[in-house]
């Protein structure tokens, strides 16, 4: 048979014939926002809704510095009052306001006047009515400070069971994240570390009849030396941790509601990036029993994301602290995705890697490029796809097989994601191309049991590698695919992305060859901007196109190359599992992710 009949022989062959799972209904949560122009007010605002007809006490701290008002939840918990805001030098404009449409009468003012200067208090003092208590409970140091606070909420909470919440000094996150707790238990918080500040601590604790200490944060934030000092003078001791700030969060979300009753139907969402929203929204979690959930600005953590898809059917709003300079717009969104999509695990993507790379060097029409397209659509089965192949015909008289599986959406309009699974002789192909395979696989099994408003299309293509006598010899799996479509199936593509080499490199780029329609390259463009990563544009050089988007292209379908660049291994022995960068590869698939769930009727129509 000529080439050119070898180019168009195709033929599908359904290889299994489970019946991909019905898509779970989206789930729409509400956002409720707190947010003023700056944390003063973002307070002010907090405070509005926690007690909207008053509040008898008021607790009071500077937020430029967080180390005071850290304790200071389990004493706004105590006398069921707010946490205020000031600058260190001035009773804040709006800050009085608040405390007077409150009616408090007792203002607990924290920190030393090196925090909360003396100005303040006289401020707060000419300004409010005769018979107010203004008390400063302000120490040497932040330990000592944090101690008179604890004392205070012990005084003001009747009945209190001698447990305490022990955090270090050295850092906001733990004691922050245990705030909505504090609050609604009106438990007292201490702060300690092994310093010399903090030796009184323990003795503190023990004079304050301290019976159990439950300790925020892991080893070596608090050491096993230090916790059996405070077990040996204070009483019993658990621990609430985990591997960073985000687990040690989920782990005090846990114990919130074994202990304290609280549920996710209401998880509030703060920088953690900064102390001031998380500490003032801590009251209003606590009063409503809603844990807090800390992410940096960047992006919402895979812990996070996971602990919401599980508490998905529960989840009925976000409470949100603080503006999208705080907490960005995409932050937002990807909360709403995570609680019907699972997040993008990077350690499940890295194990495809390697297991496709353990195959050795994927010739097309090899043994290993078979065994490799055999993983491929086993792992789409077991995710309950419908797996169908396409054989292709190559140069040589050998065959491959393009794999390809479809979860429908809530429109038949298709985005099709894939990468090639051959690889150059000798290489193992790491990044070229196990790392595209492999995003494509975790995005199949993330997608597998949602919806979105796009059907979404995976693939891995055979024989992208040229294994001819000419540089066009090659993009054989791509180019029998685009020719075996009718128009009308072409139609349906709105967008296609070659997931091509996405494991190394400096720069992510998004490339076309330029000839064709650009729609896919802008719309991952707009996209990477959105969410606030690097994504330039950078044309694919010469006349034949260096991926798989290549056919797709040259009949009109919007398709995009992604690649993260330089590379300089790639097509050698060198090119091994190891040699891929998990975090390109986990960028690469989260933006993909969200360019699916976020994709609407006017990105699609957007793309045509």
């Known amino acids: 048979m000529s080439r050119t009949a070898h180019r168009t022989a195709w033929m599908f062959i359904l290889t299994c014939t489970l019946a991909l799972s019905l898509p779970a209904a989206a789930h729409a949560a509400t956002l409720e926002g707190f947010a003023g122009d700056s944390r003063y007010t973002t307070a002010i605002a907090v405070s509005k809704a926690a007690f909207p007809a008053g509040a008898g006490a008021v607790v009071l701290a500077t937020g430029q510095n967080w180390p005071d008002a850290l304790s200071g939840t389990g004493l706004a918990g105590a006398v069921d009052g707010p946490v205020l805001l000031t600058e260190s030098w001035r009773l804040t404009p709006g800050v009085l306001a608040e405390i007077e449409r409150l009616g408090a009468s007792e203002i607990y003012v924290l920190g030393s006047a090196t925090a909360v200067s003396d100005n303040v208090l006289a401020s707060l003092v000419a300004a409010l009515p005769q018979g107010t208590t203004i008390t400063r409970l302000g120490g040497e140091n932040r330990y000592d400070t944090a101690a008179l606070v604890a004392s205070a909420t012990i005084a003001a909470r009747p009945g209190w069971d001698g447990t305490v919440f022990l955090a270090t000094g050295q850092g906001f996150a733990d004691a922050e994240a245990a705030g909505p707790v504090a609050v609604a238990l009106g438990r007292p918080v201490f702060l300690i570390d092994e310093i010399p500040a903090a030796r009184r601590v323990p003795s503190a604790m023990s004079a304050s009849g301290v019976t159990r200490a439950v300790i925020l944060g892991g080893e070596p934030t608090i050491s096993a030396a230090l916790e059996a000092q405070v077990a040996a003078t204070a009483g019993a001791t658990e621990r609430l941790a985990g591997p960073d700030r985000f687990a040690t969060a989920l782990a005090v979300a846990t114990y919130a509601e074994t202990n304290a009753g609280f549920t996710w139907a209401r998880p509030g969402i703060a920088t953690s990036d900064d102390f001031a929203d998380g500490l003032t929204g801590g009251v209003l979690l606590g009063k409503r029993k809603a844990p807090l959930l800390p992410t940096p600005r960047a992006g919402l953590p895979d812990r996070i994301a996971s602990a919401l898809y599980s508490h998905r059917a529960t989840v009925a709003t976000f409470t949100v602290f603080g503006g999208t300079s705080a907490v960005p717009a995409h932050v937002r969104q990807e909360a709403q995705h995570a609680l019907v999509a699972l997040y993008f695990d990077i350690n499940r993507a890295m194990s495809h890697v390697s297991a496709i790379t353990a195959f050795g060097p994927r010739t097309a029409g090899g043994t290993a490029e078979r065994k490799a397209l055999e993983y491929v659509a086993a792992q789409l089965e077991g995710w309950g796809y419908t797996v169908r192949t396409q054989t292709v015909m190559l140069p040589d008289g050998k065959t491959s097989h393009n794999v390809i599986a479809e979860r429908a959406g809530t429109s038949t309009d298709v985005l099709l994601l894939g990468g090639h699974i051959d690889s150059k002789y000798p290489s193992p192909g790491g990044n070229d191309n196990a790392s595209g395979v492999a995003t494509v696989?975790?995005?199949?099994?993330?997608?597998?049991?949602?919806?979105?408003?796009?059907?979404?299309r995976f693939m891995a293509f055979a024989a992208e590698e040229i294994s001819g006598d000419t540089a066009?010899?090659?993009h054989f799996g791509s180019r029998q695919y685009v020719a075996s479509l009718s128009s009308t199936e072409r139609a349906r593509i709105h967008g296609m992305v070659s997931v091509d080499m996405?494991?190394?490199?400096?720069?992510?780029?998004?490339?076309?060859?330029?000839?064709g329609p650009q729609e896919a390259v802008t719309s991952l463009k707009r996209r990477a901007w959105y969410i606030g990563q690097a994504l330039p544009y950078l044309r694919d050089p010469g006349r034949y196109g260096w991926s798989d988007h290549e056919g797709f292209e040259r009949v009109g379908i919007p398709a995009a190359w992604l690649e993260w660049r330089e590379d300089p291994v790639y097509h050698t022995t060198r090119d091994t599992a190891s040699h891929v960068q998990p975090s390109r590869v986990r960028v690469t698939g989260r933006l993909l992710r969200g360019w699916v769930l976020g994709m609407d009727d006017a990105g699609l129509e957007d793309l045509r």
């Open 472 to 474: 066009d010899d090659h």
């Open 441 to 456: 696989l975790e995005l199949a099994r993330v997608l597998a049991n949602t919806t979105s408003r796009p059907t979404v």
């Open 502 to 515: 996405v494991g190394y490199g400096s720069t992510f780029n998004v490339r076309s060859l330029g000839t």
